[in-house]
């Protein structure tokens, strides 16, 4: 031991000398993986779908609600059904079209490569006249035929996450009607007949088995395969002009469009290192008290149009991809009631509206209850969410309360119960579609979660 023990004393030295060296490539290797973080979850989303959902450029249509038995994605909702689809844009352009729709709330975002939201077309952007949109790539040059509206695309890949109100099970057959009038075509088909149908690939056959998800996929990744990745999907992906910055940091460390990184192998342990320490802050950051209001937290702002937020959009990646822009839809959720006491199905709780301070909307809302694994919870009336479509009962007053326990309440208050299970834990979120101003900027928030035994 006396012998050993200067030698690894100066080896750590000397280690620790090399590390500070290449300090830049920890801290910058944190920055640059926190940055990419969505355009890479993103291509892996992308593949998974081709895998599993459908094949590229062409539309699925979800036809019903998710069940208690659904996992596929954390927190699905009661609300809408989904249109949507990858469209590689190389292959375009595109035409993208929505019949007028009058009957039900629709937003139609496309996101691009790195999660933003470059054009929301539905029913707050456009009324219910519907539309027919022209989606070409960022360089593409031409005419744009009558009749179509030009909406240029920031990257190749582009994510479109349609959502449809949809009133309820006996609702389905016109909310159908109303996705089978939102279509994707090449311009050459629309040309050639612009009343044709889809074209839908007869060849495709889903995975045998599914996919490892996204996130699981991204948790595993090493990060030289993370950074190889993230450098090959540049090329076609570029960042936006405000993140030239970044780009400079990126080039430090070796990062740059279409060139895997030729690090050495103390490099490459830095910079694995640096993505280590981002992915705890990260974990850290999430579990922090965050600052409530009466026990709700609405997430930020800057949804959908990140600009230099890099930390807000990787989280929002890690956690919640897909966002809409706040102004189609903000998501208010809570675990604690009105004293900071983690909600439990073991006891029952009120949320009380006043009349004047119902959620403000343009569209609607809801309140859903998930267990503490972010998914439906099971119960008899298989109801996973309440809101102003639903039959409640309102007080004499005009106020309203909502009833969230285990065991279901005498009488008409049924029709206000949002069932729980006895004893475990649960979550509270709120979705408030098209919320109007006082919503958006604060003045209105969620009442409390009132424990009431």
């Known amino acids: 031991m006396k012998r050993i023990l200067p030698g690894l004393l100066i080896a750590v030295l000397l280690l620790g000398g090399t590390l500070y060296a290449k300090r830049d490539y920890i801290v910058l290797g944190a920055e640059a993986y926190i940055f990419g973080y969505p355009l890479v979850i993103m291509d892996v989303t992308r593949s998974n779908s081709a895998l599993s959902i459908g094949p590229e450029n ?83 040059q031409g005419s744009v035929p009558a009749g179509l509206t030009l ?11 349609g959502r449809t109100q949809t009133n309820g099970v006996a609702d389905y057959p016109l909310v159908h009607r109303l996705q089978d009038g939102i279509k994707l ?62 780009l400079l940091k990126l080039e430090r460390v070796g990062l740059k469009a279409g060139q895997p990184p030729a690090w050495s192998v103390l490099e490459r342990w830095c910079v694995a290192l640096g993505r280590w320490i981002a992915d705890y ?44 822009l706040p102004a189609d839809a903000i998501y208010p959720n809570t675990r604690v009631d009105v004293n900071g006491q983690p909600l439990d199905g073991g006891h029952r709780y009120r949320l009380h509206f006043r009349a004047e301070e ?31 479509r ?19 309440p005498d009488g008409d208050k049924k029709r206000n119960w949002l069932p729980v299970r006895r004893g475990q834990p649960f979550l509270l979120n709120a979705r408030l579609y098209w919320p109007k101003g006082p919503a958006l ?10 424990r009431v035994d």
């Open 281 to 324: 802050k990260v974990t850290s950051e999430l579990k922090r008290p965050r600052e409530l209001m009466r026990g709700w937290q609405t997430p930020p702002a800057v949804l959908g149009n990140y600009g230099i937020d890099y930390n807000t959009r990787a989280v929002v990646a890690m956690i919640g991809l897909g966002a809409n």
């Open 358 to 388: 119902l959620p403000p909307v343009n569209a609607f809302w809801s309140v859903t209850a998930y267990g503490d694994d972010d998914f439906f919870i099971d119960n008899p009336l298989r109801r996973f969410a309440l809101g102003d």
């Open 441 to 450: 900027n604060g003045r209105w928030g969620m009442p409390a979660v009132e």
């Open 151 to 161: 909406v240029r695309a920031p990257t190749q890949m582009v994510w479109l996450i």
């Open 58 to 140: 062409q539309l699925r249509r979800v036809r019903q609600f998710p069940d208690a038995n659904f996992h596929e994605v954390v927190r699905p909702n009661a609300d809408t059904l989904y249109t949507s689809g990858f469209i590689d844009m190389a292959q375009g352009p595109w035409v993208f079209e929505m019949a007028a729709n009058a009957p039900r709330y629709e937003v139609m975002p496309f996101m691009d490569a790195w999660t933003n939201v470059f054009a929301a077309p539905g029913t707050r952007t456009l009324g219910a006249a519907g539309a027919r949109l022209l989606l070409v790539a960022p360089h593409w």
């Open 185 to 246: 075509r090449s311009l050459s088909d629309w040309q050639a007949d612009p009343k044709a149908a889809e074209k839908i690939s007869t060849g495709w056959q889903p995975a045998p088995r599914k996919p490892t998800p996204a996130v699981e996929q991204m948790r595993s990744m090493s990060a030289e395969t993370f950074f190889s990745r993230f450098s090959m999907l540049l090329v076609n992906n570029p960042p936006a002009a405000v993140d030239s910055a970044m």
């Open 390 to 408: 639903d039959p409640l009962l309102f007080n004499a007053d005009g106020s309203l309360d909502l009833l969230v326990q285990a065991t279901p």
